[in-house]
């Protein structure tokens, strides 16, 4: 999900402001602002994986060299994600790298320890190739059982201003 959205201003926006900046050490996050933080971080790291893994099964490659491709690349799509955001809402690189870093870090270091965790435990994911259904829906699976997961661990560090709430603080 792009940041670009909150720009805009809508309601939802405005009210997602209030809910984590006001109330930073307090626990305020809402659950809304914490599913769209997570939503954000679901899309890059479902991109980045995603990606990895094609790359990696098209290639032949083994298991353990796909996987750190796919999470590297789930990284790094998501730090791309609010980094894009963060530029054009005027910060230098260094400080949307900064930003970037310390908003994503954990939430998708979260994703990424369920999502591949489950990925290795389903029987065959990690041997499907590209046209089984396996290889689709065992991740597809275990991102949305990592987003039920890393959902509460967002909304916690938003409602103590850390996370997510490190990039609303430059909006």
Same mark, same amino acid.
């Given at each position: 999900?792009?940041?670009?959205?909150?720009?805009?201003?809508?309601? $939802?926006?405005?009210?997602?402001?209030?809910? $984590?900046?006001?109330?930073?050490?307090?626990?305020?996050?809402?659950?809304?602002?914490?599913?769209?933080?997570?939503?954000?971080?679901?899309?890059?790291?479902?991109?980045?994986?995603?990606?990895?893994?094609?790359?990696?099964?098209a290639?032949?490659?083994?298991?353990?060299p796909?996987?750190?491709?796919a999470?590297?690349?789930?990284?790094?799509?998501?730090?791309?994600?609010?980094?894009?955001?963060?530029r054009?809402?005027?910060l230098?690189?260094?400080?949307?790298?900064?930003?970037?870093?310390?908003?994503?870090?954990?939430?998708?270091?979260?994703?990424?320890?369920?999502?591949?965790?489950?990925?290795?435990?389903?029987?065959?994911?990690m041997?499907?190739?590209?046209?089984?259904?396996?290889?689709?829906s065992?991740?597809?699976?275990?991102?949305?059982?990592?987003?039920?997961?890393t959902?509460?661990?967002?909304?916690?560090?938003?409602?103590?201003?850390?996370?997510?709430?490190?990039?609303?603080?430059h909006?």
């Open positions: 999900m792009d940041h670009t959205t909150h720009e805009a201003g809508t309601a $939802h926006d405005q009210g997602a402001h209030g809910d $984590h900046h006001g109330h930073a050490g307090h626990g305020g996050a809402s659950w809304a602002t914490a599913v769209k933080a997570t939503l954000h971080c679901l899309t890059g790291c479902a991109v980045g994986e995603i990606l990895g893994m094609v790359i990696g099964t290639l032949m490659w083994g298991n353990v796909t996987m750190i491709l999470i590297t690349l789930a990284f790094l799509f998501g730090y791309s994600f609010t980094l894009v955001a963060v054009r809402a005027g230098d690189l260094k400080s949307a790298l900064k930003v970037a870093l310390a908003a994503d870090t954990v939430s998708i270091a979260v994703m990424e320890l369920v999502d591949n965790g489950i990925i290795a435990l389903v029987p065959g994911a041997d499907a190739h590209l046209s089984d259904a396996l290889f689709w065992a991740p597809l699976g275990g991102f949305a059982v990592a987003f039920l997961i959902t509460p661990v967002n909304k916690w560090m938003i409602g103590r201003g850390k996370g997510h709430a490190v990039v609303h603080a909006h």
